[in-house]
C-alpha cells in the first residue's frame, strides 16, 4: 500500500494531492476522490478506482477481501492510519510495515528523469541570473527572493523546489536562514540558495554575491569553500562511498582551519523531492551508483561575520561528476 505522494506518482504518473495506490503481483489499483476522475485516467495506466468517501475507507474494505498480508510505508504513515488499518482489517490480516522500498527505486534517474532535473537546473540558473540583474543596495531579503521565484515562474517552472533563501551580511552564517525584512546593504556579502520544481523534478543551486568590491579576508573563504567543493566533485564517481565524498570536502576545509564552520553534511539526493537519498555525509552507509543525482554544497558558517555555500546538483557516471548547474562559480561582484 502506497500512499507516500512522490512514490505514488514515480509508480504511476499521477500528480494529484490525493491518491492510495494497492500493489499486488497481479495488478495496480489507484484509489482517489472525484476531483481527479478525468485526470488520474489521463494520467495513469493502472486501474483507477474512483471514491466519493474517505480514500482509505475504500482501501480497507477492499484489502480485507482479498489480502492477507499487507505492507504500510512505515516512514510515512501516521500511527492513527496504522490503528484504523488494524482496527478495520481484522486479525485475518497481517500488517508488516515496508521501509523504503519505492525510495530505492528513485534513487537511480532514468534518463528521462535526469533529463527533466537538467532543465529544471537550467532554468534555476537562468532565473537567477535575471533576479541579479535587479538586485541593488535597499532591496530587502524577501524582495530579492521573491524576484528569483517569479523568475523561475516566467520562465516555465511550476514553483519553486523549496522556499528560497536569501542572507546577506551575518545572516548568512544560517545554514537555512529564512528570508527577511533586513535590506541588503552595501559592502554585504549575499547567499541565495533556490531550487526550480519542473516537471515534478526538482534543481538545487546555491551562488554567491558580493555588493561591491569584496575585501581580502572574504575572497579567502570564498576560494577556500570552492577549492573545497572542486575536491568533493573531483571525488564523486560511481562506486565511491558516499562519505568519501563529504570526507574530500572537509580535508580541504581543515587544510585552511576552517572544517569546524562546516556543520552540515555535503550533499543529498535531489529528484521528485528536494531531499532524497543517497546522503552525502559523514556517517553516510550509501555507495554511489551512475544515474543518481545528488547536491554537492559544502560551506562554512562564521557567527557574527557570514556564511558561503557553494553548491550544484550533479549526476553520478561511471568516470566522475557530470554538474547539471550551469550557473558560474565565480563569484558574482555587484555594484554598491
Not at 488494524?86 to 497481517?94: E, I, T, W
Not at 559592502?187 to 558580493?210: E, F, I, K, N
Request: charged share 25%; hydrophobic share 45%; net charge positive.
Amino acid at each position: 500500500m502506497i500512499s507516500h505522494l512522490p512514490n505514488v506518482r514515480y509508480l504511476t504518473g499521477f500528480t494529484g494531492s490525493n491518491g492510495i495506490l494497492l500493489l499486488s503481483a497481479s495488478q495496480a489499483i489507484l484509489f482517489t476522490d472525484p476531483r481527479y476522475d478525468l485526470q488520474a485516467h489521463e494520467e495513469c495506466d493502472c486501474r483507477v478506482r474512483i471514491e466519493r468517501g474517505p480514500a482509505w475507507d475504500a482501501v480497507w474494505k477492499y484489502a480485507a477481501r482479498r489480502s492477507r498480508t499487507i505492507a504500510l510505508e512505515a516512514d510515512h504513515v501516521s500511527h492513527a492510519v496504522w490503528d484504523q488499518a488494524a482496527q478495520r482489517l481484522g486479525r485475518g490480516v497481517k500488517l508488516k510495515p515496508l521501509g523504503g522500498a519505492v525510495e530505492r527505486l528513485r534513487r537511480v534517474k532514468e534518463p528521462e528523469e535526469v533529463e527533466a532535473i537538467e532543465s529544471s537546473a537550467q532554468l534555476c540558473a537562468a532565473a537567477f541570473a535575471q533576479a541579479m540583474r535587479r538586485l541593488r543596495p535597499g532591496v530587502t531579503e524577501n524582495d530579492a527572493a521573491a524576484e528569483i521565484e517569479f523568475r523561475m515562474r516566467r520562465l516555465g517552472a511550476e514553483g519553486p523546489a523549496f522556499e528560497t533563501i536569501v542572507a546577506a551580511g551575518a545572516r548568512a552564517a544560517l545554514p537555512h536562514a529564512r528570508p527577511g525584512a533586513a535590506k541588503i546593504a552595501p559592502g554585504q556579502p549575499v547567499l541565495a540558495d533556490m531550487g526550480a520544481s519542473l516537471g515534478g523534478y526538482m534543481s538545487d543551486m546555491t551562488r554567491m554575491v558580493h555588493m561591491g568590491a569584496p575585501p581580502k579576508e572574504f575572497l579567502g573563504w570564498y576560494n577556500a569553500v570552492l577549492e573545497a567543493q572542486q575536491a568533493a566533485l573531483a571525488a564523486v564517481r560511481a562506486g565511491v562511498a558516499a562519505r568519501r565524498v563529504d570526507a574530500a570536502a572537509r580535508k580541504t576545509l581543515k587544510a585552511r582551519g576552517l572544517d569546524r564552520y562546516f556543520t552540515h553534511s555535503t550533499g543529498h539526493g535531489v529528484g521528485l523531492e528536494i531531499h532524497e537519498g543517497p546522503r552525502v555525509g559523514a556517517r553516510s552507509e550509501d555507495v554511489l551508483e551512475a544515474g543518481m543525482v545528488v547536491t554537492v554544497e559544502p560551506g562554512i558558517y562564521l557567527p557574527g561575520k557570514t556564511g558561503i555555500r557553494i553548491e550544484d546538483t550533479v549526476l553520478v557516471t561511471g568516470t566522475g561528476a557530470r554538474i547539471l548547474t550551469p550557473a558560474s562559480k565565480e563569484l558574482m561582484v555587484l555594484e554598491s
